[in-house]
């Protein structure tokens, strides 16, 4: 099993497909074969590039949920692996709106199959006192 360190965004910058301010997590803070634990403060940021009439919905969560996918895909294979999100299953929005949402969010994602040319995660993002934001199951196809 491999276990990776603690990363900052300009350490895995090159495994994923996001770039400048989409790319929205900045740190891993530990990653194995299976899952991958990250931290982010981007939906606190005024120019976060999902902000509309300045507001972030909810809905965005599940974009912080893909690149937790998209970083863990790129430190399993060592290069970047552009895909697409084919599919959200069982997504369990707990709460209304992002823009309450203070402090740092941690999103936990873990690899349930993994296939030559995609993979199916389930992932949890929480805020800082652990109340849980959303739970869903992503599906996401290489290129």
């Not at 491999?2 to 996001?18: D, Q, S, V, Y």
């Not at 599940?62 to 399993?76: C, F, K, N, V, W």
Request: with cysteine.
């Amino acid at each position: 099993m491999t276990i990776g360190k603690r990363m900052n965004k300009t350490e895995f910058a090159h495994l994923i497909p996001h770039a400048g301010l989409m790319s929205l997590i900045d740190q891993v803070e530990s990653w194995s074969d299976k899952q991958i634990y990250c931290t982010t403060r981007s939906h606190l940021a005024k120019d976060n590039p999902l902000r509309l009439n300045d507001r972030l919905s909810v809905m965005h969560l599940i974009e912080y949920g893909a690149q937790s996918m998209a970083i863990h895909g790129g430190l399993l294979s060592g290069k970047s692996s552009p895909g697409y999100l084919a599919a959200i299953r069982g997504a369990h929005f707990h709460i209304q709106n992002l823009d309450g949402v203070q402090g740092v969010l941690h999103i936990k994602a873990e690899a349930e199959l993994k296939i030559e040319n995609g993979a199916v995660y389930s992932f949890h993002i929480f805020d800082e006192q652990d109340h849980l934001l959303l739970d869903a199951r992503a599906t996401v196809i290489h290129t």
